[in-house]
Structure formats: C-alpha cells, structure tokens
C-alpha cells in the first residue's frame, strides 16, 4: 500500500500477529451514519467561534479605543451554527444566494460571489514587491480576490488581506519578498494570500502586498507600519504591508503552533499561540522584531480542539480559551498578564469575548452546547471582567462575531428565516442586550470574520469576503467591495 | 517523498465533503485503535475534522494533516484520561473480536509508542509519513517503533 514498505521496519511474527489484529479491531468499527450531518453542525458552529477575534480597533493612534470608561449600552453580535434542517451549510447557502436577502434594514445583502473579477485581471498578480506603502503606485485588486480579515488604524487607513487564485506559471523571483507564485503549503489552484490596502476607509483598494504564504487568516495593523497576519502562522511586514517576513517565536515546544490571535494596543502588539497542550501569550513592540513570553501559560484543556482569543481595550486585555467548553484565561493589567477566570466555564459550550472599555467587557456563550442546548447569552462585566451580570438571550442560532462601543452592541450570527433557512444576520442592541433588532441580514455560508468597532460609531465587519461598513455605531451598514 | 493520499485525487482541491467521505471511517479506525473506545473515536474525529477545515484551502496533503490532527487528538486523550483518571474505554467483550492478549497488551504501551506500532503496522505508513504524522525526527521513528515492540514482547513473552 505504502511505496517504499522496505525501510527495515522490523517483521516477523510479533509484527504479523500485531497487523493482523490491529486490522480486526479496526474492522469491527462503522461510522455512524449521522457523522455527516454532525460534523456539518459543528463546523458551522465552529467556524463562527474561530473569527469571533474580535478586530476591535487595533491599535488605533491616539484613542480611538480609549472609548472613555463610558457606560457600556449597546452591544453588536454575528451567528453561525445552529443550522436545523439544512444539512450542509455551505452549500445550503449557496442555494440561497441570490437577490433574497431576509429584512435587512440596511444595505445590500450580501452576495458570496459578489466580487466582480477586476478589468486588468491577469495583470494584477504581477509582482507587487516595489510598491511603497503610502504612496505607491495603486495596483488593481486581483482577480477573485475574496476577502477573509480587515483592519483599521483610522477611520480611513485599513487593509483586507485575502485570496485569490494563484497565478499559473511560476512567478520569477521579482524583488521584494513576495515573489512566490503558489507558497509552500498550499495546493495548486488553492488561494495566495493579497493584502490590500485603502486611505478613503475602504471605497477604494489596491492591492499592497503578498505575503508568500497560504497559511493566515487575519490580518492586524498596528499603526501604518507595522502589520502582522496570522492563522496558524505569524508574519510581520514594517512597511506598511509591501514586504513580509515570518516571525520566530521564542519557547514554543511543538512543530505545529498556531497562532490564534494578534492584537495591538497601548504600544504593543500581543500574540496568543496554541502550542500543543498549553497556550502561550506573547508581547512585542510592533515595529521591533523582539517577542517576549508572558510569565503564564493556559492549559488548553482536553478537547482537541483548542482556539483561543484576544481582546484589547486600552491597556486592559484578556484571553479567554475554548476547547469545546470554555477552559481557561489570562487578564492583562499594568502591564502583565495574570490567571483570569473567563465568564461561562461553567455552561458547557464555548464563548466569545469583546470590550467596550478597559472595564466593560461583553461575553456570548454558547449555553449547553456540548449539553443541552438552552441558545446563546450575553453577559456583562461592568469591572473588567472579575464579575458579570445576569445573562439575557441573544435571537441568533450561532455566533461568529462579537463588538461592543460604547452605545451599541453588535452580534453577528445566524437566523433561521421563514423558508427554514439559516441566514447571517447582524444584531444589535442599544440598551446591554435587553432588546435586539436585526440590522443586516445577508446570503452566503456566514463566513463572516472580524466584526468590531474602529470608533464608537465606525463598525467593520467582513462578510462572506466583503467588508461591510458602519459609520452610525452599528445601526446601518453597506458593502465597500474590494472589487470596484 | 510525496505523501500518499489515498482515495484522494492527487493535486487538486479537496473539498471538505470529499475529505470527510474518503477519510471519516478510516480516521474513526485510527483513533479507535489509538484510544479503545468508539465513542471518544467519533469525538475526537468530529473534533478534527471541524478543526481542519477552515485550514483546507491551504493544505497540499490534507489527508495527512487531518490524520495528524487526530492524532494529536488522541493524545490530547490521553492526558485528560491521566489527568482524571478515568478510563472511558470500550468495555470487555463489547469489540467483535475475541478478547486478544496482544491487544491488552498495546493498551499499556505509552502513547506515541502506541502510535508508532498503528502507524506501522496498521496504516502502512513509509518512515517520513510516521514521522510527519507524530510530528518527529525521521531518524526516530525506527528507534521508537523498536523500543514499543520491545515493550510489546515484554507483556506477552514474559
């Protein structure tokens, strides 16, 4: 079965009997035949946990966090999961792509295949090694381009990093780093990572960079500088996005660490990494090259799927595990990161994190999910998360994202419409998740990644590959494509 | 060495149903053979399967990520079982098969050198493709497929 058996691996009778039994004991075992539909369910529910990072103002220059310590009002939520009858997400929602869309009251709804393909197409993967980060030469976006994470530093200065298909014949070595025709890792025809950039808060894009890998999936700035993308890897770039080079991480004992969240506030960025059975949390100055270790470390806990997420405000942070449940956490204060316990270790499904201010900290948990399901509920912390209050019900079948300003609080997530289809929709609250109204309501597979707040009023939100806009605190969005 | 991929289209795009159609089963095996127990075989395969799939677009071997990603799965297990002591495994006489000293016997064995043995002697795996899967040194590999067969002798030929 193996070509190259011959490798004098040890054979004779102990090893005989031992094939033959190890063969017998795997004969006896069937799948179950509801292990399609539960993995669908749970990769629904999973992804949404997975880009709940909450993208809250990275770093932004000057305050932008600093969202005074106003009391927290209004709360924001995206969903997934929860599909019901739909028996593959994603293709149950390409079904119902189209013009559809269920009682948005803002915008278009969100089409996955909306990008149309740029006019200079083929010419748009040419190397892009030679362009400045401010003021370069605008490169068109590439063809295909689909955007999976975004990031602001200002209300017009941000990036989108996503994909588009690889250029065919291999890309001569072209100046600057990102040369690679396909990176290592990635199948042919699979995506190369673009980012792109905008300075009129996303009407206009071009594209900056090509970080010479396929393996990340967001991107943070923390001022116009200095950016990583991560997801499981970790690159920086110090010019603005042009050029990209990995960052080695000091301590890590595995040979597969993930780096699941960056984020950048107060001067430094921070990096949470899944480094087989512990997490570990890590700090830089985001235009140096120096990563320091934080004195603790998370266990990740007994499932064996670890994810963990980061949220800033201020010089306030936290770090909130989930492995199925949530598991563990880490608070920074001062400086230093120290043993937090996260809200929701005890209802059996995981959470997702997001700050309004250094002490209003919001949590959704997934109440029961590996018990039984009771929905999702918001919970409150008023002290910085020592305490929450009461939880209260948020209306949506699963959450993908979580943003809280100072007046509104945002949830993205799935509904279920009347025709039995689950659809992404944004949620949002003006009074601490007492009352909800739906503000957007899209088509596509709910892929929907870094929801959260530049300014009090300036949401972002990328859906399905296309960033979605708010500048009124997340009452009303629209698309800003990277296509057009 | 290319990694095989068996009943995979080589080179192409994998999409997450055809992984899970191809290598369900086949994971659940592994796992069971890895863990003794059908229910924490299917768990911890669901688990990695949602686990691999927002990674597949960039895999080129996405049959060997998965089978490595439950792999670790298994000894993620391991650890929590020591941790609690419990030990949730099919009971006695629940397996089709008829009890076998040999398999009682691989049960005691560490974990990786477990492994090592399944790997080998149940997947079929080439040298590089156990040492990718348990994340070692090629050059290891051999040495700790011996010492588990060590291991092994001592049970049964005492």
């Known amino acids: 079965m193996s070509p190259d058996t011959g490798e004098d691996f040890p054979s004779d009778e102990l090893t005989e009997r031992l094939s033959r039994v190890l063969a017998e004991r795997a004969g006896s075992v069937r799948a179950s035949d509801d292990a399609w539909s539960r993995v669908q369910r749970a990769t629904a529910a999973e992804r949404g946990r997975r880009h709940r990072r909450l993208r809250l103002v990275i770093g932004v220059p000057a305050g932008a966090v600093g969202l005074a310590a106003a009391a927290l009002v209004g709360v924001l939520v995206i969903r997934s999961g929860g599909f019901g009858a739909a028996r593959t997400s994603s293709t149950a929602f390409s079904a119902a792509a189209g013009p559809a869309a269920g009682g948005a009251s803002s915008g278009a709804p969100v089409h996955p295949g909306a990008f149309a393909p740029d006019s200079g197409s083929s010419s748009a993967v040419a190397s892009v090694g030679a362009a400045s980060p401010a003021a370069g030469p605008a490169r068109p976006v590439p063809s295909g381009f689909r955007g999976l994470s975004a990031t602001f530093v200002s209300l017009d200065h941000g990036w989108l990093l996503g994909t588009a298909p690889c250029p065919g014949p291999p890309a001569t070595a072209s100046g600057g780093t990102s040369s690679a025709a396909a990176p290592s890792g990635a199948a042919p025809g699979a995506g190369c990572s673009w980012v792109l950039t905008t300075t009129d808060g996303g009407r206009s894009w071009s594209a900056v960079g090509r970080p010479p890998t396929s393996r990340v999936r967001s991107v943070r700035f923390a001022d116009p500088s200095n950016g990583f993308v991560f997801g499981p890897e970790l690159w920086a770039t110090h010019d603005g996005g042009v050029s990209w080079s990995p960052v080695t991480l000091p301590g890590l004992t595995t040979a597969q660490p993930e780096v699941d969240a960056v984020e950048a506030g107060a001067g430094r960025v921070h990096a949470v990494v899944v480094d087989g059975p512990v997490v570990r949390i890590y700090d830089a100055d985001p235009g140096g090259s120096a990563w320091t270790a934080a004195g603790l470390t998370l266990d990740t806990g007994a499932g064996p799927v670890p994810s963990a997420q980061l949220v800033l405000a201020g010089s306030s942070g936290w770090v909130l595990e989930n492995d199925r449940t949530v598991v563990g956490g880490a608070r920074l204060a001062a400086g230093r990161w120290t043993a937090w316990t996260p809200p929701c270790t005890q209802v059996a499904g995981p959470a997702v994190l997001a700050a309004a201010s250094p002490t209003d900290l919001l949590a959704v948990c997934d109440v029961g999910r590996w018990a039984t399901p009771e929905g999702e509920q918001l919970y409150v912390s008023h002290d910085g998360g020592a305490t929450f209050g009461a939880g209260r019900p948020v209306p949506v079948e699963g959450v993908t994202g979580l943003a809280a300003s100072a007046a509104t609080v945002v949830v993205s997530g799935f509904s279920t419409g009347t025709d039995g289809l689950a659809r992404p929709t944004l949620e949002l609250s003006g009074d601490g998740g007492a009352a909800w109204r739906t503000v957007y309501s899209g088509v596509g597979n709910g892929d929907w990644a870094d929801v959260g707040f530049t300014t009090p009023t300036r949401g972002v939100v990328v859906a399905d590959g296309t960033l979605l806009v708010s500048s009124d605190g997340g009452r009303t969005w629209s698309l800003r494509p990277a296509g057009g | ?158």
């Open chain 2, 1 to 158: 060495m290319d990694l095989a991929e068996p009943g995979l289209p080589p080179a192409a795009v994998v999409s997450f149903e055809e992984l899970f159609r191809a290598q369900y089963e086949p994971m659940v095996r592994l796992a069971y053979l890895l863990t003794r127990s059908r229910a924490v075989a299917e768990d911890l395969v669901q688990d990695s399967f949602v686990r691999v799939r927002p990674r597949l677009d960039g895999l080129e071997a996405p049959a060997a990520y998965l089978r490595r990603t439950v792999t670790n799965a298994c000894y993620s297990w391991h650890r929590r079982r020591r941790r609690e002591q419990t030990v949730p495994v099919d009971p006695p006489g629940a397996a089709d098969a008829a009890p076998e000293e040999l398999w009682d016997a691989l049960a005691g064995l560490a974990p990786k050198r477990r492994a090592v043995l399944v790997l080998r002697y149940y997947l079929d795996l080439s040298e590089a493709e156990i040492a990718d899967t348990l994340g070692v040194r090629p050059g290891t590999v051999k040495s700790l497929c011996h010492r588990a067969l060590a291991d092994l002798r001592q049970v049964i030929e005492p």
